[in-house]
Structures are given as structure tokens and as C-alpha cells.
């Protein structure tokens, strides 16, 4: 199937019917009264978190949605239908807002979340409810509501615990397959990778963490360089960032040290909030190197690096494909992961239960 992470649509939720102005007229009873029932409501429209689709193709084809009108009211005390609802199913982290204001309207973190998207219009009062003392024969009745509408803007981002970041073939795609059960494509030329990609990891029986593998970014992507900054907003939901750096590129005239500093500054070029999430660095393809100069290249590089950028960090050294250091990686992400998901006081906490004891 093919991945879709932004979609436009209109929407717009039934009217309410009319009420209606109507009397009663049977044999033998003169001056029945008024009878004119009330319009019914019109239909609202729904949108619903579902884990089961990961992908906005459904909303890139069909792009108009309308709820169904609300019944007009009839003689005889007959108040018109309601309008059936819709509901919109669509992926988990999905972020939905208004194209016109960009006002965020929902934000379907998490499976099975419903919001209501657009209301249905109020049914119109039919003549009954105008009757009075002095008013026996009304003849008023009102028109029902219009339902909301809006012209809507989709963005798929992806619910992850860690976001994979890189140049393309800085080993991206060969983590993820080496730590998961995900299998991206895997090839020796740039951009193999075109969209986003999930994988588990389990630590143990009950312990795991997503990964999320997106398109690497070249200098100037924020410029639209490459296939730019566009899949960025799938790293936003992420608590932490694996930077992969190519330690033993294949084109001599690479610097793995420059390359490095210019992923990071396209990062705070795009999103500055973004940059600030905790950042690991990840030294990948120790297997190019011979193991006689392996600590030598980290670090002549870490001297490098640091004094470009003032990274300070954790770094990790590891060989993708062989798997050699993602045992020690994966296990210093859960606990960080742990640790991010504890309260800030939780020691304070602590503290003060044991001085009520």
C-alpha cells in the first residue's frame, strides 16, 4: 500500500431539517390546535483513531464528506429524522487542522480516540412549541441550523519512542533490521528509504521500544535539497534522537566530521524544538575499518566532532550489520527510556512517604 502522510479535505456536517407550521384537521374536532413538528438534527461527523491503518491513502482520492440533512418536521406531532453521523477512521497520529486558520482541531494520539470534527445543525421548531394562552393558532415556525464545515488538513505523524536520523546510507535502515523485526529496503545507494518506518524492539518477554526509520537528510535539506525536511514531522512524537554517522565512508573525499555538523544544523534550520530533544550520537561501519585502527578513527573523530559542534553526549560505536555494539545501545535506550517516562519527583515522593511511616 502505498504511504500517504498528508491529505486535504472538506467536510461538512448535515443541516437541521425545518420545523413546520401545521394544524390539526379531523371530522368532527374544529379548532384542533397546532400539530407541526420539530426538524431533525443533522447528521455530525467523527473522526477516530484506528491502529489498524497506517496510512491517509483512503483521504487522498475521496476528498468531500457530507453528513446527511436532518428530516423536515411534519403535521400530526411528527418531528422530522436525524441526519446519520460519519465517522472517519484514520491512523494513530494523525494531526488534523483547519486550512484556512491552521488551527489544530484534533490530535488522534492514541488508538480509539474519537472527536467530533463538525456538529450537525439544530433541527427548526415546528408551531407547537409557539402555542399560548393568547397565542392559540400560531403560525411561526423556524428553519433548522446549518451544519459545521471546514476544509481540512491531514498530517500523519508517526507515534515512535526513538527517531533513527542520518545522512542517507549512514546504516539507518541496517539498524533497524538488525534490532527489530522491520525490513526496510536495504541497498548501496542513497535514499532507499522513502518513507517512514516502525520497528519493535524487544529488551526482554515484557520490555520494548518503537524505532522509527525515516528518510535521510542531506546538507540543504531544509532548502528542499534531497527529499528535504518533509518527513521530519515523523521524529516530532519521538522522546529520543540516534544520530548515525558513516565513520569509514566509501568516498574518500566525505568528512564524516563535516557531514555530521551539517545534519545537526539542518535540524535546527527546520524545527528548533525539534533539535533540542535529547541526541544521541551513533558511530556506525566499525567492520570497514581494521580493528587494529578502530579506536584511533573514534577518536580522531570524537576530537574533531565535539570541538565543532560542543557535543557532549553519550556515543555509542557499533557495526549494523554484524550487529557487534547494539546489544549495549538497546539496552541504554530503555533505561533512558525509563527514566524520561518517571516523574521528575517521583524521589521527593519518596522522601515523604517514608517520613509518614
Known amino acids: 500500500m502505498k504511504f500517504i502522510d498528508e491529505a486535504k479535505i ?14 390539526r384537521r379531523e371530522k368532527y374536532i374544529p379548532m384542533g390546535g397546532p400539530d407541526g413538528g420539530d426538524g431533525g438534527r443533522g447528521g455530525s461527523i467523527y473522526v477516530i483513531a484506528d491502529r489498524n491503518i497506517n496510512t491517509l491513502v483512503d483521504y487522498r482520492y475521496t476528498r468531500k464528506f457530507l453528513a446527511q440533512r436532518g428530516e423536515n418536521g411534519r403535521g400530526s406531532d411528527c418531528y422530522g429524522a436525524g441526519g446519520d453521523d460519519i465517522v472517519l477512521r484514520m491512523p494513530v497520529g494523525t494531526v488534523i487542522s483547519d486550512l484556512n486558520t491552521e488551527e489544530v482541531l484534533a490530535d488522534l494520539d492514541y488508538h480509539d480516540k474519537k472527536v467530533l470534527i463538525a456538529k450537525g445543525g439544530k433541527g427548526g421548531l415546528g408551531n407547537i412549541h409557539f402555542k399560548s394562552s393568547t397565542n392559540r393558532a400560531p403560525r411561526q415556525c423556524t428553519k433548522g441550523e446549518l451544519g459545521e464545515e471546514f476544509e481540512l488538513k491531514l498530517e500523519l505523524r508517526v507515534l515512535a ?50 524505532v522509527a526509520d525515516v528518510p535521510g537528510l542531506i546538507e540543504g535539506a531544509a532548502d528542499g535539497a534531497g527529499l528535504g525536511i518533509r518527513f521530519l514531522k515523523h521524529l516530532q512524537r519521538t522522546r529520543l534522537l540516534l544520530h548515525l ?113
Open 10 to 23: 472538506y467536510i461538512k456536517a448535515g443541516d437541521g431539517g425545518n420545523g413546520v407550521a401545521s394544524f
Open 161 to 210: 519512542d526513538v527517531g533513527l536520523l542520518g545522512l542517507p546510507n549512514a546504516g539507518k535502515s541496517t539498524l533497524i533490521r538488525a534490532i527489530s523485526a522491520a525490513r526496510p529496503k536495504v541497498a548501496d545507494y542513497p535514499f532507499t528509504t522513502l518513507h517512514p518506518n516502525l520497528g519493535v524492539v524487544r529488551v526482554d518477554a515484557e520490555k520494548s521500544f518503537v
Open 245 to 357: 554517522v558513516d565513520i569509514a565512508p566509501l568516498d574518500p573525499s566525505a568528512d564524516p566530521v563535516r557531514d555530521a555538523k551539517a545534519i545537526v544544523g539542518e535540524l535546527v534550520k527546520h524545527d528548533p524544538t525539534l533539535a533540542e530533544k535529547p541526541r544521541w550520537l551513533v558511530l556506525n561501519k566499525l567492520d570497514l575499518i581494521p580493528e587494529e585502527d578502530r579506536e584511533k578513527a573514534i577518536k580522531d573523530f570524537l576530537r574533531a566532532y565535539k570541538k565543532a559542534t560542543r557535543y557532549d553526549g553519550p556515543v555509542f560505536s557499533i557495526s549494523a550489520i554484524s550487529g557487534d555494539g547494539t546489544k549495549p545501545l538497546i539496552y541504554a535506550i530503555h533505561e533512558a527510556l525509563e527514566q524520561m517516562a518517571r516523574p521528575e519527583n517521583s524521589g521527593d515522593a519518596e522522601a515523604l512517604d517514608a517520613d509518614d511511616e
